[in-house]
């Protein structure tokens, strides 16, 4: 068996090869490429390790055929084209975790300097004028933090912060009150934050609902005096409105990490009193840098030898101890979407999969996305489970899920219904013992049959002599039948006939299996 092949394409520790090399990849580390020399390598590999270096556009991503990975060591992945990526059904991974205290240690750091003016004080110092009298700090002992943001990294300085006997309020639209309470944290609306805040920082993505939180406006609502952090992502602060509130006194200090543009060569905010900056570095530790590399390598092999699946961004996350239980069932959803797809002649502006029994216990959103898969493979054979919610979500098509716990006649079954003009059509299957898909129920009619390779679906009368005809028909044709499923609805009412086959059905002996008496419907299926 062929190993993948990795290309470690950033300066990270070296151990992070090593971990490809005993996980079972090939991997080759070529830093500082241009993205010409990148494009013409890549499609060579299987998975992508990078750090902040590596942009990954969608030229580049035109050109990695074979990838089927992308690994950030690190958060932020604004040097990844992710729609592209998804349409292209490449998985984006992220390592949030691995620098989460460095970067709530930096910010708490920042509070730290903010309040007794550190940054000036050594620099008056140095240049020999001992400024004793000329900086008075505050105490953050008994201060309100305004915590925008209460996520892991947030409730990270949540935690420093209570260990400082400062009081935190938070606010975060995903913080429940229970989390809160487990915090020790007031969980606020924005306005009361910004009312009652004595420092404020800020530990949310940017995204358009968080872009300029702290506008003009907004920083007009803090109390005089606020001093604010931001560690997080540039572009969360109006830095024109920041300045002017620097330059008034109404905002008493500032220290960003982060800009709206990076690197940050030429910003207003550069010389204005009781402004700190560092260049980006919330992530800078050793400690950190060795995590998100080890993590990264950790989390892409699994991904290409387990099929294990971990901080996606564009993919329902899959452990690599999932990954063997999910598996029969994700090949039984795609068969079933497959089947759906192939045999609906309408538009579908609704697709619903429902699990039952044993399926029902187990992470259902890689269910869902296999189902997509095989869904929509019949309009692309470019689809895939990471790309098919996206283009799921493209074409406005609908997805509903439904999980039922209790057992029905079967110990774990798959449903996958669609809404048509004609109404509701629903396939069924289930898993037997041996963990084979196993088709049980198509459009209403009980029938079993396993679902592989290439098979003719005929809906025809219940009538003696059909099964004659049509087993005729194919030997005159040279057409040899693997299995013969029938199913009906009553004795002489619609029956469906599933047949498999061992090569493809030509059109001529489909249209001679439409005119055969009481044929309704004939219809060449191919499962892969």
């Not at 990270?12 to 090869?17: G, I, Q």
């Not at 300045?243 to 940050?264: I, R, S």
């Not at 299996?513 to 009481?518: D, E, I, M, Y």
Request: aromatic share 4%.
């Amino acid at each position: 068996m062929t190993k993948p092949r990795v290309l470690i394409s950033d300066k990270m520790d070296p151990n992070a090869a090593r971990i490809f090399e005993i996980r079972g990849c090939d991997v080759d580390v070529i830093t500082g490429e241009t993205p010409e020399q990148l494009i013409a390598r890549i499609g060579d590999y299987d998975g992508l390790a990078i750090r902040s270096s590596t942009k990954v556009t969608k030229e580049i991503l035109a050109a990695a055929k074979n990838l089927k990975v992308i690994g950030r060591a690190g958060i932020g992945v604004d040097n990844v084209d992710i729609p592209a990526a998804s349409a292209q059904g490449v998985v984006v991974m992220n390592t949030p975790f691995g620098n989460s205290i460095t970067t709530a240690e930096h910010a708490i750091a920042m509070i730290f300097a903010l309040a007794r003016q550190i940054p000036e004080a050594n620099a008056q110092t140095q240049q020999g004028l001992w400024p004793k009298n000329g900086f008075m700090g505050v105490e953050v002992t008994g201060k309100t933090l305004g915590l925008i943001g209460a996520g892991n990294i947030g409730s990270i300085v949540a935690s420093r912060a209570l260990g400082l006997k400062m009081k935190v309020v938070a606010f975060d639209p995903f913080l429940t009150p229970e989390r809160a309470v487990e915090m020790g944290v007031e969980k606020a609306d924005l306005d009361t934050l910004l009312e009652k805040a004595d420092f404020i920082t800020l530990h949310t993505p940017l995204t358009d609902q968080t872009r300029n939180i702290l506008s003009a406006e907004n920083l007009a609502k803090t109390k005089k005096g606020v001093r604010i952090v931001n560690c997080a992502r540039g572009g969360l602060i109006d830095e024109a409105a920041l300045k002017t509130m620097l330059d008034n006194g109404h905002v008493a200090g500032a220290a960003l990490d982060v800009f709206q543009t990076e690197p940050a060569k030429d910003s207003p905010l550069f010389g204005t009193p009781n402004f700190i900056c560092t260049p980006h570095l919330g992530a800078s530790t050793t400690e950190a840098q060795v995590n998100v590399a080890l993590q990264v390598a950790e989390q892409l092999a699994d991904f290409l030898v387990n099929g294990g699946v971990t901080n996606a961004l564009n993919m329902p996350s899959l452990s690599a101890e999932e990954a063997p239980k999910l598996k029969p069932y994700m090949k039984l959803a795609e068969m079933l979407g497959s089947m759906v797809g192939q045999l609906t002649r309408d538009s579908v502006p609704r697709i619903s999969i429902h699990v039952e029994g044993a399926a029902a216990e187990l992470n259902q959103k890689p269910i869902t996305a296999a189902v997509l898969a095989g869904f929509l493979r019949v309009q692309s054979d470019t689809v895939n489970m990471v790309n098919a919610p996206f283009l799921a979500k493209e074409r406005g098509l609908e997805v509903r899920e439904v999980k039922t716990e209790r057992e029905g006649d079967y110990h774990t079954l798959v449903r996958v219904s669609v809404k048509t003009e004609a109404g509701e059509r629903s396939v069924a299957g289930t898993l037997f013992n041996n963990g084979e898909p196993r088709l049980v129920e198509l459009f209403g009619i009980k029938v079993e049959a396993e679902l592989d390779g290439h098979m003719m679906y005929i809906v025809n009368e219940d009538a003696p002599g059909f099964i004659g005809r049509i087993g005729t028909l194919l030997g005159e044709n040279a057409i040899n039948i693997g299995t013969f499923n029938l199913g009906r609805r009553e004795a002489g009412g619609e029956a469906v006939l599933l047949l498999s086959v061992d090569s493809a059905v030509p059109e001529e002996v489909l249209k001679a299996a439409t005119a055969l008496p009481g044929v309704k419907t004939v219809k060449a299926l191919k499962f892969v």
